[in-house]
C-alpha cells in the first residue's frame, strides 16, 4: 500500500490539530517535515512518545513548533507504520504541513481510509469499524457509551461466537463424508440441534435490540401536541434551553412547525413544535394545522401539552385523541405554578403517563426527564445491540436460515440437506464481521466516514 496523509481535526481553527500519516514510507515522510529538538533522527525517535520538534513547509522553512509521535507497524491503528503530528490548529499551517508530506511522498487520505486499513489489516472488524463512525456522531452519553463497547468488540465477538460454532459443525460434516476412513466421531442429530437452537437464541436475542438502537443512533422522533397557548412553544424553550420559538399570549402564534433536537433522560428527542390545534378560518393557520397533524402522524412519541389552569376544552379532547394514537404518548400538564382547574382523573384515564411542568418556569422539567427514560430505557451499554439497519438485515437473514435448519431437521432431512440452510446463515453473519462481505458493502460502510479517520 501507499502513504496516506490527513488533517485528522477538521478545516476550522482549533487550538490543536492533528496530521495522521499511515503507510510504509511514514517515518521517512515525516521525517521531512519534523525534526525533533534532541536532533535524533526521526526513525530512531521512541514509539508512542511524544517529542518535542520544529514543523517545517516543504521548502524546509519553519512553520510551527509541536509534536510528533511515531506508531511502529504492527502497534498502530492501522496496522501499519503511522505517525501522528501535533501542532497549533491553524488550517492554513496544516495545510502547508500536509502539502509539504505530498512532496515527501504521501498521497491524500480518502474519507474512511485510515480506520478501512485497519479493517484490512485486522485490527478492527466490521462491526468496530462502524462503531468509530457511530462514536463520532453520538449525540448522548448512551449513544457513546454503547458505541465505546462496540468498538471494543462485544458485538463482534458475540456473532463471531454463532459463527464459530456453524463452523464447526460443517465442518466436522463434511470430515466424515470427505475422510470416511478415518476415525472421525459423526454428527448426532441432538448435537446438531443443540448448536442451531444456542444461534437462533442468540441472534434472535440480538434482533430484539434494534428499536433500543435505532433510538440510541438516531433518537425518537417527538411531537408536541396540544391547542392554541397552552404552552407548546414554552415546552420547547425550557427542554431546548434557549428561545427557540416565539411565545405570545396570543393564541395562535405558532403557524408552521419547528424542530429541534435536545437530550431529555438521556434519551435524543426529535422535537417537532406544531401549530395549536382547533378549527380556524385562517387559512394559513389551517395549514399549520394539517402539518401538526402529518408532525402527528410519523411521530414516535407524543407529548400532549394541556393548560392545567384551565378545565378541558373540545380542543383539548380533539387532542388527546391524536396524541392518544402514537406508539407512545404522555400528557404535560403545564402551568403549574397556577392553581389547578383541570380534571386530572379524565387525563389520567388516557395516559398512563402524566406530568405536572410550568414551562416558564422551569418547574417539573426532571419529572419529564424520567419519565421519557422510562419509556425508552436504554439499559446498560453493553455494545451488544443492533444499530444499523445493515446489522440488523443480515442477522435476520442468519436467523431465518437457522430457522430452516431447524424445521429441515424436524422433517427428518440428511444433515447436507441441513447444512446448506447452515452455510447460508454464516454467510450473512460474515457480511456483520467481514468474514465474507463484498467490496460493496465494505464500500458503503466506509463512504459514510470523515477524512482523517
Excluded: W
Excluded at 521525517?31 to 525533533?36: I, N
Excluded at 513547509?57 to 513548533?65: A, P
Excluded at 424553550?237 to 433536537?261: F, K, M, P, Q, W
Excluded at 424445521?407 to 457480511?431: F, H, Q
Aim: aromatic share 4%; proline share 4%; charged share 25%.
Amino acid at each position: 500500500m501507499d502513504t496516506i496523509a490527513a488533517i485528522a481535526t477538521g478545516g476550522a481553527p482549533t487550538a490543536i490539530g492533528v496530521i495522521r500519516i499511515s503507510g510504509p514510507e511514514a517515518d521517512a515522510a515525516a521525517s521531512r517535515v519534523f525534526c525533533a529538538d534532541s536532533g535524533r533522527a526521526f526513525d530512531a525517535l521512541e514509539p508512542r512518545k511524544m517529542v518535542l520538534g520544529t514543523l517545517r513547509d516543504r521548502e524546509g522553512r519553519t512553520l510551527d513548533h509541536g509534536l510528533a509521535v511515531r506508531f511502529p507497524s504492527p502497534g498502530s491503528y492501522t496496522g501499519e507504520p503511522s505517525v501522528e503530528l501535533h501542532c497549533h490548529g491553524s488550517p492554513m499551517a496544516m495545510g502547508e504541513i500536509l502539502s509539504a508530506l505530498f512532496a515527501a511522498g504521501a498521497r491524500q487520505a480518502k474519507a474512511g481510509e485510515f480506520t478501512r486499513r485497519a479493517f484490512l489489516n485486522g485490527k478492527l472488524d466490521l462491526t468496530q469499524a462502524e462503531a468509530v463512525i457511530d462514536l463520532i456522531d453520538a449525540e448522548t452519553a448512551a449513544a457513546a457509551r454503547n458505541a465505546a463497547a462496540q468498538l471494543g468488540g462485544t458485538l463482534g465477538r458475540s456473532i463471531s461466537a454463532v459463527y464459530d460454532d456453524l463452523t464447526d459443525l460443517t465442518s466436522r460434516f463434511y470430515a466424515v463424508v470427505d475422510y470416511p476412513d478415518e476415525d472421525i466421531e459423526d454428527l448426532q442429530q441432538a448435537q446438531i440441534q443443540k448448536t442451531l437452537r444456542s444461534a437462533d437464541e442468540t441472534l434472535s436475542t440480538l434482533l430484539a435490540t434494534c428499536d433500543r438502537g435505532r433510538v440510541l443512533k438516531h433518537g425518537v422522533r417527538t411531537a408536541i401536541l396540544g391547542r392554541p397557548n397552552v404552552g407548546k412553544s414554552s415546552l420547547l424553550n425550557a427542554l431546548a434551553g434557549y428561545d427557540r420559538a416565539i411565545v405570545t399570549s396570543a393564541a395562535g402564534t405558532t403557524r408552521d412547525t419547528l424542530e429541534e433536537s435536545v437530550v431529555c433522560g438521556g434519551i435524543l428527542l426529535r422535537l417537532t413544535d406544531t401549530a395549536g390545534l382547533r378549527d380556524t378560518a385562517d387559512p394559513i393557520e389551517a395549514l399549520g394545522v394539517d402539518r401538526a397533524r402529518d408532525a402527528a402522524s410519523r411521530a414516535q412519541l407524543s407529548l400532549l401539552v394541556l393548560d392545567g389552569s384551565e378545565p378541558l376544552t373540545p380542543e383539548d379532547l380533539a387532542a388527546m385523541d391524536l396524541a392518544a394514537a402514537a406508539p407512545r404518548s404522555m400528557a404535560v400538564v403545564n402551568k403549574a405554578d397556577l392553581p389547578l382547574r383541570l380534571e386530572l382523573e379524565t387525563v389520567a384515564n388516557r395516559f398512563s403517563r402524566v406530568v405536572s411542568i410550568s414551562a416558564m418556569g422551569n418547574q417539573g422539567l426532571d419529572a419529564l426527564e424520567t419519565a421519557v427514560a422510562e419509556l425508552f430505557p436504554t439499559g446498560e451499554a453493553s455494545g451488544e445491540v443492533l444499530t444499523d439497519p445493515r446489522q440488523q438485515e443480515a442477522v435476520s437473514r442468519a436467523r431465518d436460515a437457522v430457522h430452516r435448519a431447524i424445521e429441515a431437521m424436524g422433517t427428518g432431512l440428511t444433515p447436507d440437506a441441513v447444512l446448506t440452510d447452515v452455510e447460508e446463515a454464516m454467510n450473512a453473519l460474515g457480511e456483520l464481521t467481514g468474514r465474507t462481505a463484498r467490496e460493496d458493502i465494505v464500500s458503503a460502510i466506509f463512504s459514510r466516514f470523515c477524512v482523517g479517520k
